[in-house]
T-cell receptor, first 112, second 113 residues
Framework: AQSVTQPDIHITVSEGASLELRCNYSYGATPYLFWYVQSPGQGLQLLLKYFSGDTLVQGIKGFEAEFKRSQSSFNLRKPSVHWSDAAEYFCAVGADGNQFYFGTGTSLTVIP | DGGITQSPKYLFRKEGQNVTLSCEQNLNHDAMYWYRQDPGQGLRLIYYSQIVNDFQKGDIAEGYSVSREKKESFPLTVTSAQKNPTAFYLC????????????FGPGTRLTVL
């Protein structure tokens, strides 16, 4: 069965520090992978997506993610975090039938 | 501007009442979805529809109903059979293809009093 695991429920980083949010997936076929961001009380916004090709994917707001098939991972990174990056981050895998499977999310706090 | 609208943003309901959440999109997307979001549980799929007049149950459909009479609209009714309806509800849409992203509306927060 398809599933997505985000092992870190909450992460705190200092402004200007680097960030890595972890995501592991379970899916039998070639995965379609996504990272979304959600500000409090708002909908989700797509940060980036991976379908095929280059395993390092660039997204909006300076984020990138790397697909590692051998580790079934799709970790999100940012070299220097800004206070405005504080939000909830969701990893998702797209499956057959247009269904998405979401992780439980990682809440990011940025301290000055 | 194209996008997804959900109304109302906040909704209060008394126990035992049915309530309908609106979701409209002007993106010309075939597929539409309803998710429920609770703290610490991520997004859980309630119903989805890939074409007009057709829809499928998701993982937590009990106590909910939907209709898809128009391509642009996918309303969700939370019935009195839903035992714990207080949550944040998100509507999404996508082009009907597995490799296409889902676009989300701003959400409706439902509180049962």
């Amino acid at each position: 069965a398809q599933s997505v695991t985000q092992p870190d429920i909450h992460i705190t980083v200092s402004e200007g520090a680097s960030l890595e949010l972890r995501c592991n997936y379970s899916y039998g076929a070639t995965p379609y992978l996504f990272w979304y961001v959600q500000s409090p009380g708002q909908g989700l916004q797509l940060l980036l997506k991976y379908f095929s090709g280059d395993t390092l994917v660039q997204g909006i707001k300076g984020f990138e993610a790397e697909f590692k098939r051998s580790q079934s991972s799709f970790n999100l990174r940012k070299p220097s975090v800004h206070w405005s990056d504080a939000a909830e981050y969701f990893c998702a895998v797209g499956a057959d039938g247009n269904q998405f499977y979401f992780g439980t999310g990682t809440s990011l706090t940025v301290i000055p | 501007d194209g996008g997804i609208t959900q109304s109302p943003k906040y909704l209060f309901r008394k126990e035992g009442q049915n309530v309908t959440l609106s979701c409209e999109q002007n993106l010309n997307h075939d597929a539409m979805y309803w998710y429920r979001q609770d703290p610490g549980q991520g997004l859980r799929l309630i119903y989805y529809s890939q074409i007009v007049n057709d829809f499928q149950k998701g993982d937590i459909a009990e106590g909910y109903s939907v209709s898809r009479e128009k391509k642009e609209s996918f309303p969700l009714t939370v019935t009195s059979a839903q035992k714990n309806p207080t949550a944040f509800y998100l509507c999404a849409s996508s082009i009907e293809s597995t490799d296409n992203e889902q676009f989300f509306g701003p959400g409706t927060r439902l509180t049962v009093l």
